[in-house]
Nanobody
Framework: QVQLVESGGGLVQAGGSLRLSCAAS????????MGWFRRAPGKERESVAA????????NYAERVKGRFTISRDNAKNTVYLQMNSLKPEDTAVYYC???????????????????WGQGTQVTVSS
């Protein structure tokens, strides 16, 4: 089992920044690639970004490229999502997820992730 706990969400004005964190515990963190997803009100959950187990490879959804940065600190078993230039349409519940490295690079497919956090709310006001 892998337990994931997100933090760092909140209310921010458009153009502002937030950094989300996701702390993992349980199995060996470096056996998993990590992803961030989000679900906006009335919409399906969508992929945002992912990072390989080593941190060397990253992937982003087109809608966040150039604004969001995913990173991980394997010594701290933590993955981060730095979000800059936030827009009202970024408002959503953000989830982190862990997928076994054997499933890489299918990072956009929710079914590839075996573990999910509870989510953290991000609200961007206009």
């Amino acid at each position: 089992q892998v337990q994931l706990v997100e933090s760092g969400g909140g209310l921010v004005q458009a153009g502002g920044s937030l950094r989300l964190s996701c702390a993992a515990s349980g199995r060996t963190f470096t056996n998993y690639y990590m992803g961030w997803f989000r679900r906006a009100p009335g919409k399906e959950r969508e992929s945002v970004a992912a990072i390989s187990w080593s941190g060397v490879s990253t992937n982003y959804a087109e809608r966040v490229k150039g604004r969001f940065t995913i990173s991980r600190d394997n010594a701290k078993n933590t993955v981060y999502l730095q979000m800059n230039s936030l827009k009202p349409e970024d408002t959503a519940v953000y989830y982190c997820a862990a997928g076994h490295r054997s499933q890489w690079p299918e990072w956009e497919d929710e079914a590839r992730y075996g573990y999910w956090g509870q989510g953290t709310q991000v609200t961007v006001s206009s």
